[in-house]
C-alpha cells in the first residue's frame, strides 16, 4: 500500500470510486535542492493510492488505503445488518463470559500491530449490488489508518487466524477506517471557477474523446470532505457502469489530457459506479408500503404511483395540474408524473403492444389515441404499495397480540382467572392498538378489494425522448412526463405536503405555482417523493451530460443530453420510487419534475417546468396549464 497523502484537496475515497486524480498539488515538500518542487496529480485506482487495480491475494485477502481483510470482502459501497447467524444464537463466544474472552482476545490481536479499534462486532455484510445475496457473517474492526501501523492486511489474516482457532469457521475479517463508510461532500462549481463558464465545451469534448463503453453520466461539481465548498476542489464526475470490465484508468487519463488542453490542472477527475439516470423504483424490503392515510380517492402528491399490470414498482405522483379545455374552456385536472413510470413492463407484452409502446417512448402519446384504455391504466397508491402495506399491518397487528403481557391476560380470560390490575391496564392500551390497526386493517383490504387503488389512464405523455432545451436550444434535455385522467371514481387531491418544523422548507405546506425559472446558484431546492418523503437539497448549477443510447434506423448510436441537478444536502436527494416527484423552492414555486438520479442517490436529475410546458403543448396541443389550487 502506497502512504497516505493528508491533503484537503484530495477528496476522500468515494464508497463507489473506480478511480481518482487529485488537482495538480505538489506532493513533495520543499527541499534545499527544490524549492519548488513541480505540480502532480495524486492518482488511486480503486481505493488504493498505489494507483494499482485491486487482485486479492491466493488466500482472498486484500488491502485498500481504508480497508483490508478476507476472505471474500464485499464489493464496496456496503450494508451491515446486526442479525447473527441462527448457528450462533446460543454460541457461547457470543455471550456472557465467552463473548468477553473473545473480545479481550482480539483486541490483544490489535494492539500488538498498534492498532486501537475505534469498535469492533461480529455482524453481517454485503454490498449494496447485491441485496439479494447472503449476508457475509464479518468480524468487523473500525480503526483510524495510521502510517505506524504498517500494512493492515497481516493484521486481518492474524485475526481470522485467531476466529478459526477457536472452532469458527467460514468467517469474514474486515478492517476499516472510519473514513471508508463517509460520503463526500458534493457542492455546486463557483461561477468564478475557470471551468463554469466553458463547462459546456469541456463537457463535450470529453463526450467527443473518450471510449465512451460503459460511460452513463459526466459532470461537474466542488466534491471534498469538507461541508464548506471552498474547500473542496471542482472535480470531473463521471459516473459508469460497474458490470462493464475495463482498466478506468484510461478513462481517467483520456479526460486529465482534455482538461490539460484547457489549462484546467485545478480540476480533479473521480470516476465512480452509477446506474441508468433512469430507473423504476423498486422499494426495498423494510419499506412497509401503504398506510391508512394512502388509500384515499383523492391521492395527494408524493403517493405512490405505477401501471396497473406492473406488481413491483413504484414512481411517486408529483402532483394535481389543471389543463383549460379549448373548447368549454373548462380546467380539467390531471396527476402529473414520468412516463416510464406509467409504461407497462415491456417483457409482458405481446409483439403488436410491444410495438405501440415502443412508438409511444419515441414519439409520445397524445390523447387521440385509442390504445391508451388497454395498454395505459394506472393505479396509485400502486399494486405493490396495497399488497405490502396489507401484509405490514397484518404483521404489526400480530406483533401486539404476540406480546407477552396480552397474552398472560387473554389466557386469564379465558379461564375466568383473576387479573392483576396493572397488568389488565397494559392488556387493555394494547387492545385497543390492535382495535384502531384491524380498523386501519379493514379499510385497506376494503378499498383494495373494491379496486379503488384504480386512479385512471394516462390523458398524454412525452414518451422517453430528447428534445431542445427551451432555454439553450443547442442542449438537448430529457422529456419524461405524463398527465393521467382521473376515473369518475377518483379526484385529484391536495398539492400540499406535511412540512418539517426547522431547517429547508420549515412550515411551508402546499405548492403554490408553476415557476418557469431556472434556479440559480446555491439556490435551495425541494421535493416529495414516495421513496425519500419530504427532501432538501441544493441547485446543481452546472447541468451534468447525460449519455442516452439509442437505435435510430437501426444503427445503435449515443445522444448527449445535459440534465439540471439537484444535489442532497441531507442524507439523500433521491431514491428509486421518486421518479415523478415535483422539484420546487422553498416558497412553492414549481421548478421541474424530477425523472432520476445517481446510484448513490446523492444527485437527483430533473427536467424544468419551461420544458415540461413547452413539450405538453406540443404533444397535446394544449397550452393552459397551471396547477391545481393555484390563484
Known amino acids: 500500500m502506497a502512504g497516505l497523502i493528508a491533503n484537503p484537496l484530495i477528496a476522500q475515497v468515494l464508497p ?30 480503486d481505493g488504493s493510492s498505489s494507483d494499482e487495480s485491486l487482485r486479492p491475494g491466493p488466500d482472498g485477502f486484500e488491502e485498500t488505503d481504508l480497508r483490508a481483510g ?47 479499534p475505534i469498535s469492533m462486532r461480529f455482524c453481517g455484510r454485503r454490498s449494496v449490488y447485491e441485496p439479494t445475496t447472503s449476508i457475509t457473517f464479518t468480524l468487523l474492526v473500525v480503526a483510524r489508518r495510521d502510517q505506524s501501523q504498517g500494512s493492515w492486511i497481516s493484521l486481518a489474516r492474524k485475526l481470522s487466524n ?4 477457536q472452532g469458527l469457521q467460514g468467517l469474514n475479517v474486515e478492517i476499516t477506517d472510519p473514513k471508508f463508510s463517509e460520503r463526500p461532500k458534493i457542492h455546486p462549481c463557483l461561477p468564478t471557477d475557470a471551468i463554469f463558464p466553458i463547462w459546456t465545451q469541456v463537457g463535450t469534448d470529453i463526450f467527443d474523446g473518450i471510449d465512451r463503453t460503459g460511460v452513463f453520466t459526466i459532470g461537474c461539481f466542488r466534491i471534498g470532505s469538507d461541508y464548506d465548498l471552498h474547500k473542496c476542489p471542482p472535480t470531473i464526475l463521471l459516473g459508469v457502469d460497474k458490470n462493464v470490465r475495463r482498466d478506468w484508468r484510461d478513462l481517467r487519463e483520456a479526460v486529465i489530457s482534455i482538461l490539460d488542453r484547457y489549462n484546467l490542472t485545478a480540476v480533479a477527475v473521480a470516476i465512480r459506479k452509477d446506474n441508468k439516470t433512469t430507473r423504476d423504483g423498486q422499494p426495498g424490503n423494510q419499506d412497509p408500503g401503504a398506510r391508512r392515510e394512502h388509500c384515499r380517492l383523492d391521492p395527494k402528491m408524493g403517493a405512490s404511483i405505477s401501471p396497473r399490470t406492473a406488481h413491483d414498482s413504484n414512481g411517486t405522483l408529483g402532483g394535481w395540474v389543471e389543463v383549460k379545455a379549448p373548447t368549454s374552456g373548462e380546467w380539467l385536472p390531471f396527476a402529473l408524473t414520468c412516463s416510464h413510470c406509467c409504461f407497462p413492463v415491456e417483457e409482458e407484452l405481446c ?16 390523447q387521440r389515441d385509442t390504445h391508451r384504455a388497454r395498454l395505459l391504466p394506472v393505479d396509485s397508491p400502486s399494486y405493490r404499495d396495497m399488497k405490502k402495506g396489507l401484509k405490514s399491518i397484518a404483521a404489526d397487528i400480530e406483533a401486539q397480540k404476540s406480546k407477552p403481557p396480552y397474552q398472560e391476560v387473554e389466557n386469564l380470560r379465558r ?48 414518451g422517453e425522448r430528447e428534445m431542445q432545451s ?43 405555482r408553476l415557476q418557469t425559472d431556472i434556479p440559480g446558484f446555491g439556490d435551495t431546492l425541494l421535493k416529495v417523493g414516495r421513496a425519500t418523503g419530504h427532501t432538501p437539497g441544493t441547485y446543481g448549477g452546472l447541468r451534468t451530460c447525460n449519455i442516452v443510447k439509442k437505435i435510430i434506423n437501426g444503427k445503435r448510436v449515443e445522444v448527449k443530453t445535459w440534465e439540471h441537478v439537484m444535489l442532497r444536502t441531507g442524507d439523500k436527494a433521491t431514491e428509486e420510487g421518486d421518479s415523478g416527484s415535483l422539484v420546487f423552492n422553498d416558497y412553492g414555486g414549481v421548478l421541474g419534475m424530477m425523472f432520476g438520479g445517481s446510484g448513490d442517490y446523492d444527485l437527483g436529475y ?3 417546468t419551461r420544458d415540461l410546458l413547452a413539450d405538453i403543448q406540443l404533444i397535446t396541443g394544449l397550452k393552459d396549464v397551471r396547477l391545481c389550487g393555484e390563484e
Not at 473506480?18 to 495524486?42: D, G, K, N
Not at 409483439?351 to 397524445?366: F, H, P, S, Y
Open 162 to 165: 485467531h476466529l478459526r482457532g
Open 70 to 116: 478476507g476472505p471474500r470482502l464485499p464489493e464496496s459501497p456496503c450494508e451491515t445488518t446486526e442479525t447473527l447467524p441462527r448457528i450462533y444464537w446460543n454460541h457461547d463466544l457470543f455471550q456472557g463470559h465467552g463473548s468477553y474472552i473473545l473480545d479481550t482476545q482480539l483486541r490483544n490481536i490489535c494492539q500488538r500491530k498498534n492498532v486501537q
Open 415 to 462: 379461564e375466568d382467572g383473576f387479573i392483576v390490575p396493572y397488568k389488565e391496564n397494559i392488556w387493555r392500551t394494547i387492545s385497543k392498538i390492535i382495535r384502531a390497526m384491524e380498523g386501519d386493517q379493514t379499510h385497506m383490504t376494503e378499498f383494495f378489494n373494491s379496486k379503488s387503488h384504480h386512479l385512471g389512464m394516462v390523458f398524454a405523455a412525452s
Open 16 to 45: 463507489a470510486e473506480l478511480s481518482y486524480a487529485s488537482p495538480a498539488i505538489r506532493t513533495r515538500p520543499p527541499t534545499l535542492f527544490a524549492p519548488a518542487p513541480p505540480l502532480s496529480r495524486a492518482r488511486r485506482s
Open 606 to 608: 430533473f427536467t424544468a
Open 470 to 512: 427551451t432555454d439553450d436550444p443547442t442542449k438537448l434535455s430529457i422529456r419524461d412526463w405524463a398527465l393521467v385522467q382521473p376515473a369518475p371514481s377518483r379526484r385529484a387531491g391536495e398539492n400540499t405536503m406535511t412540512p418539517p418544523s426547522t431547517g429547508p422548507g420549515a412550515g411551508w405546506e402546499k405548492l403554490t
Open 351 to 366: 409483439e403488436e403492444d410491444l410495438k405501440v409502446i415502443r412508438e409511444w417512448k419515441d414519439r409520445g402519446v397524445n
